[in-house]
């Protein structure tokens, strides 16, 4: 079993920046690969950024030059660091954990809006 929390979300303007936290607990060990996902209303879940135990990352294209993802494996947490954000960058954002073996784990989201 894997516990994944998130924090960091909320109200920011166009052209500023937000940090999500995501911290993990329980059986951290079988964690290979972080993912962050992004859900706005009406359109699919879809990978935002990811990274793995080495620190291998891959990104969106939409997000590119401005999001950033790191990870802390003695804290057994990952960031999303995220600049010049857009309005459309508003959604819903979740810290998925890809195993090694086993179901993927997911965190509970936290809001992201970016007013124009």
């Known amino acids: 079993q894997v516990q994944l929390v998130e924090s960091g979300g909320g109200l920011v303007q166009a052209g500023g920046s937000l940090r999500l936290s995501c911290a993990a607990s329980g059986s951290t060990f079988v964690i290979n690969i972080m993912n962050w996902y992004r859900q706005a209303p009406g359109k699919q879940r879809e990978l935002v950024a990811g990274i793995t135990t080495s620190g291998s990352t891959n990104y969106a294209e939409s997000v590119k030059g401005r999001f950033a993802i790191s990870r802390d494996n003695a804290k057994n947490t990952v960031y999303l660091q995220m600049n010049s954000l857009k309005p459309e960058d508003t959604a819903v954002y979740y810290c998925?954990?890809?195993?090694?073996?086993?179901?993927?784990?997911w965190g509970q989201g936290t809001q992201v809006t970016v007013s124009s």
């Open positions: 998925n954990a890809r195993l090694y073996y086993g179901p993927d784990y």
